[in-house]
């Protein structure tokens, strides 16, 4: 952030050279000229690059507003958070001023009253744009006096008369004049008071109490929904919905590697997770986005994977505090613990119940074969299957050391498949390598070269 500008009256702001834009021009001229250099306007946003945010640009560029559709985690708050960076770093407001009105165009009848009165002399402040953005989350008990404003009976009580345009005390919607305020859930309204917001999204002026205000609201606003066949809680009137500019529809991430990004984005992990176990967690989530036994209307959210990857990681630590491993790094066996507690995320069909958790480690498995298959293309297991004799066992468990796992590998006679194994991942430390031949041990079981036998926390290969 940087520091606000100087000017501390209209008239240093005039002589400043200072040109008021309105809101969609500010947001136009800073979209397009963030595209002309070349740099993302989008931070942090993987895998709509070709769908989700062409149409938004367009829609910014054309002044809509905007409300986006999809299922839950699919990042439609981080969209309309992101739309911050499109505004000025800092803007001057009057001093004082209810909704942040600009200097050179006061709106409310007290700021056009003082205008008067100072001329010049009217101070002003600077808003950095952070402060721009309101967002609220739609519930049932949501009023029209919280979205647009009602009569305040402590300013009555000050001896104004009710006639008094000053009496009203503004809502989120009018206290966001010159910024973007974002409605999420908007379907979760109440049908009477999403009409209350009918003139204020195509009129731009407020009704409060019998009070018609003719105020040029310069305001974005911008809403999130489900699919309406999803949820049964409510719906968007028609009216509103074709107030609305622009309508876009979000989606999961089409590509691996843009839900392995997500997932390394937002997951706040404590522990070390090599890639290859994100992979797993990714192709995870996406088997059961496409699976018959999951309800698709409600969707897989990406919080799951995201959740996947912490709860994973919290396991690692955990065996790594245990059993005083210099490095805490998760390995397959801690996948187990992912299906333990995520069950709750998903909806099932209702055919499926009591078959919950068979769905989720046979997806598991899937997920797990495609990434080992993928991993160890081209490279010779042949050693390690002989060196299962019908004697030898390999221990492993949530409580089993990275140490201790490794010093019970059966020995491959001079053969380096396990040095091999482990550049695989680029292994850098006991914890990395332990990670990397489990995975070669899980995929030789799913592909049934060896056995696998588990309970008690432990897993033996043999």
């Keep these: ?18 040109e008021q834009k309105h809101l969609p021009a500010e947001i136009r001229d800073n979209l397009l000229a963030a595209l002309s250099e070349g740099r993302d306007p989008w931070p942090g946003l993987h895998g709509f690059d070709d769908t989700v945010i062409p149409q938004l640009e367009r829609a910014l560029l054309a002044g809509h507003d905007i409300v986006l559709l999809g299922e839950r985690g699919q990042g439609k708050t981080r969209i309309l958070r992101t739309l911050v960076g499109l505004l000025d770093e800092w803007t001057p407001i009057i001093e004082g001023s209810e909704i942040g009105e600009h200097p050179y165009d006061p709106v409310t009848h007290a700021s056009q009253r003082r205008a008067a009165e100072l001329g010049d002399d009217l101070p002003i402040t600077w808003r950095h744009r952070d402060e721009r953005y309101a967002e609220k989350l739609a519930t049932p008990d949501t009023s029209v006096a919280d979205l647009v404003g009602d009569v305040d009976p402590m300013k009555v009580a000050e001896g104004r008369s009710l006639g008094d345009p000053e009496t009203i005390h503004f809502g989120l919607i009018p206290r966001s004049h010159r910024g973007i305020v974002a409605i999420n859930e908007l379907p979760d309204l109440a049908e009477r008071i999403q009409v209350a ?242 995975l070669a041990l899980e995929g030789l079981y799913l592909i049934r070269k060896i056995s696998k036998d588990s309970g008690n926390g432990e897993t033996v290969y043999g």
């Design 1 to 18: 952030m940087t520091t606000s500008p100087t000017p501390r009256t209209v008239g240093e702001l005039r002589a400043s050279g200072h």
């Design 197 to 438: 917001m009918l003139n204020v999204m195509e009129e731009r002026d407020i009704q409060i109490r019998g009070y018609v205000l003719r105020l040029p609201l310069d305001v974005l606003v911008v809403a999130s929904a489900n699919p309406e066949d999803y949820t049964n809680r409510g719906r968007i009137i028609t009216p509103l919905k074709d107030r609305f500019g622009a309508e876009i529809r979000t989606h999961y991430p089409v590509e691996l590697d843009d839900e392995v990004a997500v997932i390394r984005q937002e997951a706040d992990l404590v522990a070390e997770v090599p890639d290859p176990i994100v992979q797993i967690l990714a192709r995870f989530t996406r088997g059961l986005r496409e699976s018959n036994s999951v309800d698709q209307r409600s969707g897989v959210s990406a919080r799951f994977s995201i959740a996947g990857a912490e709860t994973v990681a919290a396991a690692a630590l955990h065996r790594a505090t245990r059993e005083h491993e210099p490095e805490a790094v998760a390995r397959v066996v801690d996948l187990e613990t992912a299906v333990d507690v995520l069950g709750g995320k998903i909806e099932f069909e209702v055919g499926e119940e009591g078959r919950e958790r068979a769905v989720l480690e046979h997806l598991l498995r899937t997920a797990t074969a495609d990434t080992v298959r993928e991993l160890f293309r081209g490279l010779d297991l042949a050693p390690l299957v002989a060196a299962f004799d019908g004697s030898t066992l390999v221990t492993t468990g949530s409580q089993v050391s990275a140490k201790d796992f490794l010093s019970g590998l059966p020995s491959l006679g001079g053969s380096d498949l396990y040095d091999e194994i482990a550049e695989r991942i680029g292994a850098r430390n006991d914890g990395e390598r332990a990670c990397a031949i489990e």
